[in-house]
């Protein structure tokens, strides 16, 4: 794929040293080819949603990149490896969790990637830091700007740091 897209991921760890650890895998993914970095967000520190676990650490990027969704999350996937995540229950603690939330206008949905990312718009932890850095990015599936989204949601959990 040769064309620019425009891309927003989600960084998030709760396990060991999680604000180098999300710091590192933003520098980690930023250096890579075909990879720029647009902005990024504060950290913030954010209390966990799901199974009682300790709190996160939370921010968002936008990159531009020129690869395909598929390349992008096998990358994502590939960076958290490297930063020590093991695999063990659902939305359990984790030291990294990098997902992919836009990328440029695009709504995909295949059974190992789903864009939008399908959860974000729930996510104060996603989308405080994200209003942050693309306040008018369009989420193509409710059609609303992030800035509108973040309005909906209840942020009482989320501090920045
Ligand atoms: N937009 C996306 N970004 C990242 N992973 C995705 C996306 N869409 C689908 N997936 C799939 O989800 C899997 C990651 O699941 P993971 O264990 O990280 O979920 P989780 O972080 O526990 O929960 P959640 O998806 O609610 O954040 C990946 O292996 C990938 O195939
Ligand atoms: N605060 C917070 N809670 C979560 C998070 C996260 O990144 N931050 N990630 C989850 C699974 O992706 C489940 N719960």
Redo the contacts with the bound molecule.
């Keep these: 794929m040769n064309t620019n897209a425009l891309c927003a991921i989600?960084l998030?760890s709760n396990l060991g040293n999680s604000r180098a650890t999300v710091t590192d895998a933003l520098k980690s993914l930023s250096a890579k080819p075909h990879v720029t970095l647009i902005a990024q967000s504060s950290w913030y520190q954010t209390a966990a949603v799901?199974p009682p676990q300790p709190d996160f650490i939370n921010g968002c990027a936008v990159l531009q990149i020129k690869m395909s969704p598929q390349l992008m999350?096998e990358t994502?996937?590939n960076i958290?490896t490297q930063f020590g995540r093991v695999?063990r229950e659902?939305?359990?603690p984790?030291s990294l969790?990098?997902?992919?939330?836009l990328y440029d206008d695009l709504i995909l949905d295949?059974?190992?990637?789903?864009?939008?990312?399908?959860?974000m718009c729930d996510r104060a932890f996603v989308l405080v830091p994200l209003a942050e850095i693309a306040p008018d990015w369009i989420e193509p599936v409710s059609g609303r700007a992030i800035a509108q989204l973040v309005q909906a949601v209840d942020c009482s959990g989320v501090v920045r740091i």
């Design positions: 989600a998030g799901g999350l994502l996937l958290e695999r659902r939305w359990g984790r969790d990098l997902d992919l939330l295949t059974p190992t990637l789903q864009i939008p990312h399908p959860r």
